[in-house]
């Protein structure tokens, strides 16, 4: 039987049926189309699925979609404010973050997480930090730079003083 | 035609953010598994559990009787591919072994090999109706092991597999595929010549490219046969071309439109799904989409080829190389064709070398067949011969850079695989490699400083591009080959180059197979070189049409009218006229109508790469961890169109091939199962295992291209290994000699090393 689910995706109520077994991932990417959630390897250990969970930076391939019930969930699709790019999407685009880019929405969402908690990480911080996305492209480099570069504007942005 | 003689570039060589870059961060860009139609069943396949069996018997009733399940496909299905059809141009790859990959055909050959395929309503009733496919196996011996597969009694996997190049033709079958001979001067000579010979036997395990994107399609057919693929691939045409050579099928009734694609790397120049899911799609009249699993893709799919090599190399007290031989045996996996002529080829090619004698085989084994890998073949071999110049340096004291140095090949210098080398810019590395402040930085305890060089020799082929002048006099760039690393933006660049105009207002678009002429697929580091050529000669087709159109405008001679910043000029009655691309574009329909062009060619002349590595490492004397400290990548790149992507690749392949030398291997059970077919236990480096990779960029221009652009992608996944294995070595004093370099391996090399001091 279909479980009736009632959450907030991107801050907006969202409700779908979904089997007892799905997992949140395919509920949002087979259910939803919030398909900037990727699937990389269904076991949690390439972080292309990474959302957040009531503010928990999660592998949503990790979670079961009825665990939804009455929580908040934010995606890649939500990161933007309209046409406005977050700093770490803008930073990503400037420090040619992303070759391929099926890794980036899951690096932008633990970038994300990470800032938010923590918003002026050292680089070793940030390297710990993105260890469970994975990227085959890039070498990690321009993805550290992006995320340390981002956060020191963000932090700029915050205090009123330019970098 | 030379656009980058005596004039400074404007849009070549600037870094602007690429055109794709908001849909790649927004999560908008439409991946392969992101596509979906609706009424699309869902297609999976039944695979084997054995690595090797005779399949005696097999029976799909029950599942095709599962409610909800609408076809089941088997190689019953394929149609047989004739000798004369089995390859295109006598081009790998050979169309029977493909087709007998994607469903086996009265054996499997792998643990993974797929069997049948279904579709059905969702993946819950395709999962179900796998299990409802009754096949009855004969289990056979198996072999998974290179040199093993070589011995007399070995497995065989292919009872017609008679060895190629070998004269007599032997008469019985075995799992060479082939024998390759390649002989450059004298070797006995040579080495009777050489004062100090270094030889050295060295193994290196298959590694898989791991794309995170797992392969993914979508088919649909049309009652008339009329057949649609959307997919993410290394080349739209490539799936097209397979894919009705596999069906049987006209190329006219194929559409293939390209998705974007989430790595590839190699991996992705062959297809595995798509001519299944067409089957399928055919059979039940409906959509098929169709996903691997990431425990599918390490099962199924690439890897690049394992290998045993032993290697040998002769100079003299002074450093001159003399002499080089070696032996090269590499997995081909279940099929032939591993790419070990490429290794013969690559191995000794940054030297000038007299007398060099390299042998291959071609050998097959109960794993996945091979697929390429950035540089295919080159890696494990170059580990082998930068392994052995950096003992030669050792055992003359000589600093290993200095060593290469003199015997670097240089502009004239015949290599030991047949052509002579033209403008080349690997002295160039070597220099700016020694250069460079990583190279003269202390060293701690325990730490060591590897040095390693390679060469690729870059492709060009057939490329098509269309150029069209939108009526505002914005500019569209249409190619056919997948962007799979930021190639959108140096095609806009190279457009932008040649109209004088803002990048900004061209748009490149990668199209379909129906919407342009016919591109060789994305790889051989061919894309900007090949494609950059056809589009740069398509832009410049723009411009001289433009300057004919405004000509006719001014009633001038098309000589009177030459083209700045973007604008057609002219003196038109002793004053100074200017007509921009929108004025032009405005008025197309008064001067002949839209104004486009379209060029398809066969690029040749494409610039062979070189690059040289630097790695120091750490190596912790108790367990035999290896901690990379420092890296820097030195590479001549001919001219870097957008740099930023181009630094990208050099610290993408290094960081790939420093998970090949210390992570990365295949684990089997004992009945040839894989046991780590996950990215747990698979280890690819993460962000925590490196260091920030430096990247220096030589450019010695490619003078047989407009902007001087050689192929950049594949040389910088060659030195690491070497590079890695080197600053092992020094910092253990102990030769390694065996990849992966695990703490287990590198702590039992070290401590063998330590009991034959004593």
Known sequence: MKQHICTSINGEITEFLCDSSATLLQVLRDNLQLTGTKEGCGSGDCGACSVMFNDRL????????????????????????????????????????????????????????????????????????????LCRCTGYDSIVRAILDAAEKMRHAETGVAP | MSHSNGKALR?????????????????????????????????????????????????????????????????????????????????????????????????????????????????????????????????????IDVQQAMEPDAPVLHENMITRGITPAPTRPSNIASRHEQIHGDVELGFSQADITVTEEFTTQPVHQAYIEPHACMARVASDGQTEIWCSSQGQFMVRAYCARLLAMPLSQI????????????????????????????????????????????RATGPASGSYISMKIGARKDGTLVAAQGILCYQAGAFAGSPVRLGCMTAFAPYDIANVKMIGY????????????????????SFAAESLIDMLALRLD??????????????????????????????????????HPHYSAPLG???????????????????????????????????????????RASMALMAAEVLEIDVNLVRPQIVDTSSIAYSDLTGGSRVTFAVGMAVTQAATQLVAELKQRAAKLWDVPDGQVSWRDGCAIAIVDGSDECLSLAALAAQAGKTGGPVAAHVSLNAQGAGPGFGTHICDVEVDSDTGRVTVLRYTAVQDVGRAVHPSYVEGQLQGGAAQGIGWALNEAYLYDDNGALLNPGFLDYRIPVASD?????????????????????????????????????????????RHVDLPMSPPAVLKTMQRAARRRR
């Open chain 1, 58 to 133: 999660v592998c949503s391939c990790l979670v079961l979609a009825v665990e939804a019930q009455n929580s908040r969930i934010d995606t890649i699709e939500g990161m933007a404010t309209g046409d406005k790019l977050h700093p770490l999407q803008q930073s990503f685009l400037e420090h040619a973050a992303l070759q391929c880019g099926i890794c980036t929405p899951g690096f932008l969402v633990a970038a994300k997480a990470l800032l938010d908690t923590n918003p002026s990480p050292t680089e070793t911080e940030v390297r710990f930090w993105i260890a469970g996305n």
């Open chain 2, 11 to 143: 849009s070549v060589g600037t870094r602007p953010v690429r055109p794709d870059g908001i849909d790649k961060v927004t999560g908008r860009a439409v991946f392969s598994a992101d596509f979906n139609l609706p009424d699309a069943l869902s297609g999976a396949v039944l695979r084997s559990p054995f690595a090797h069996a005779r399949i005696l018997r097999m029976d799909t009733s029950k599942a095709l009787a599962l409610p909800g399940v609408k076809a089941v496909v088997t190689a019953g299905d394929l149609p047989t591919i004739s000798d004369e059809q089995a390859q295109i141009n006598d081009q790998p790859p050979d169309f029977r072994d493909l087709s007998a990959n994607i469903l086996a055909r009265g054996k499997v050959l792998y643990e993974g090999h797929a069997i049948a395929a279904v579709a059905a309503v969702d993946t819950e009733s395709a999962q179900r109706a796998l299990q409802l496919i009754d096949v009855e196996y004969e289990v056979l011996p198996h072999v």
């Open chain 2, 255 to 298: 559409r293939v439109i390209p998705l974007e694609i989430g790595g590839g790397f190699g991996g992705k120049t062959t297809v595995y799904l798509e001519p299944l899911a067409v089957m399928l799609a055919r059979k039940s009249g409906r959509p098929v989409k169709m996903e691997m699993s990431r425990a599918d893709v390490f």
């Open chain 2, 362 to 381: 071609d050998v097959v084994v109960n794993r996945a067949k091979s697929a390429a890998y950035r540089a295919p073949g080159a890696p494990m071999a």
């Open chain 2, 398 to 435: 000589m600093d290993p850079i200095e060593l290469r140095i003199k015997n670097a090949a240089r502009e004239g210098t015949r290599t030991a695989y047949g052509p002579g080398f033209r403008e080349i810019g690997y002295l160039e590395t070597l220099e700016a490699a020694r250069a």
């Open chain 2, 445 to 487: 305890k325990n730490q060591g400083r590897g040095v390693a060089s390679g060469f690729w020799f870059n492709i060009g082929g057939q490329s098509s591009a269309a150029i069209t002048l939108n009526e505002d006099g914005t500019v569209m760039v249409a190619t056919g080959n997948p962007d799979i690393g930021g190639s």
């Open chain 2, 690 to 734: 490196l260091p920030m990779i430096d990247t220096v960029l030589v450019e010695v221009p490619n003078p047989r291209h407009p902007f001087g652009v050689r192929g950049v992608g594949e040389v910088p996944i060659i030195p690491p290994l070497g590079a890695v294995a080197n600053a092992v070595s020094r910092a253990t004093a102990a």
